[in-house]
């Protein structure tokens, strides 16, 4: 689905207006990087409260679907210009993880 | 990372990949002055002013295998969230030292883990680099150097697993003796 649509259904804001197809295989919760390096699997959903540049490299590395930021985090605007540049969608939420991850569970994404 | 001595073993290994044959791993362990300090200095290949600025950059690597490289950036990021800072000194053909600070009861900050394990795996990967590790508390200093455990090993290998074995225990018993 397009990232437009997946951000609706979630309730997500969109943090940059890059529009890209999203394909979901998976969904990864997790904020030490090095440990989401290893978990994480191409097309997954991350979900993190990190913020830093470093976020959109380890999204790239991993060819990651997109990047969700929940718990209200702001997000540094060099993080957003990269994420843009690279066609990264990046996502914020207010909501926690858990509750995004039951937003995920009922959209079907197991 | 998970702990520091896996940032200490990474950058080590960028160390041995630029040609160093001496590496010198200082760590500065304080209470008293709240601070846990790292250097991380070898005498390889060293860069240039413009690779220099660009090993910070999450998107820069020497590789070519991969697309990012994250080694500096992420220990960079994690000392800056512990109110703390990663300095690098660099010359072409002098060598290369990273320094970084860490304010110690940050509550972020990721407890330095197992440095005998870390030593053991750079010795290991190190095979024609010698390596001296200084661990310094307010309790003692402790000091490791491969040209000296060599001396004392009279031609046996350093990299036998069971000399590897008794130098990880070696340096973790002397570590806790001057534990805070």
């Known amino acids: 689905m397009d990232s437009s649509q997946f951000a609706e259904i979630l309730q997500l804001k969109p943090l940059h207006e890059g529009i890209k197809n999203i394909e979901v295989k998976g969904v990864y919760i997790g904020d030490l990087l090095s440990i989401v390096m290893s978990k994480a699997k191409e097309n997954y959903v991350w979900i993190t409260i990190q913020t830093h540049m470093n976020i959109v490299a380890v999204a790239q590395l991993l060819d990651l679907s997109c990047?969700?930021?929940?718990?209200g985090m702001e997000v540094e605007k060099d993080t957003l210009e990269k994420a843009k540049e690279l066609g990264i969608p990046i996502f914020s939420t207010t909501e926690s993880a858990y509750q995004l991850a039951l937003r995920l569970s009922d959209m079907g994404i197991k | 990372m998970k702990e520091i001595s896996m940032h200490i073993l990474d950058i080590a290994t960028n160390s041995i990949d630029a040609e160093a044959t001496l590496l010198e791993i200082n760590i500065e362990d304080s209470k008293i002055n709240n601070s846990l300090k790292?250097?991380?200095?070898?005498?390889?290949?060293?860069?240039?002013?413009?690779?220099?600025?660009?090993?910070?950059?999450?998107?820069?690597?020497?590789?070519?295998?991969?697309k990012v490289g994250l080694g500096i950036p992420l220990l960079k990021e994690n000392c800056e969230k512990c109110n703390g800072y990663l300095l690098i000194d660099s010359y072409l053909g002098m060598g290369t030292k990273i320094s970084c600070f860490f304010e110690r009861d940050n509550i972020d900050r990721a407890p330095l883990g197992n440095m005998g394990d870390?030593?053991?795996?750079?010795?290991?990967?190190?095979?024609?680099?010698?390596?001296?590790?200084t661990y310094k508390t307010d309790a003692g200093e402790f000091l490791f150097n491969t040209k000296e455990i060599?001396?004392?090993?009279q031609g046996a290998d350093?990299?036998?697993?069971?000399?590897?074995?008794?130098?990880?225990?070696?340096?973790?018993?002397?570590?806790?003796g001057i534990s805070i």
């Open chain 2, 38 to 66: 790292i250097s991380i200095k070898d005498n390889g290949k060293g860069m240039s002013e413009e690779v220099k600025i660009k090993v910070t950059d999450p998107f820069y690597t020497s590789r070519t295998s991969r």
């Open chain 2, 118 to 133: 870390t030593i053991m795996s750079i010795i290991n990967y190190a095979r024609d680099c010698e390596l001296i590790y």
């Open chain 2, 150 to 153: 060599k001396k004392i090993l």
């Open chain 2, 158 to 176: 350093i990299n036998d697993t069971s000399v590897l074995l008794w130098v990880k225990d070696y340096i973790n018993e002397n570590m806790l």
């Open chain 1, 67 to 71: 990047i969700i930021v929940v718990e």
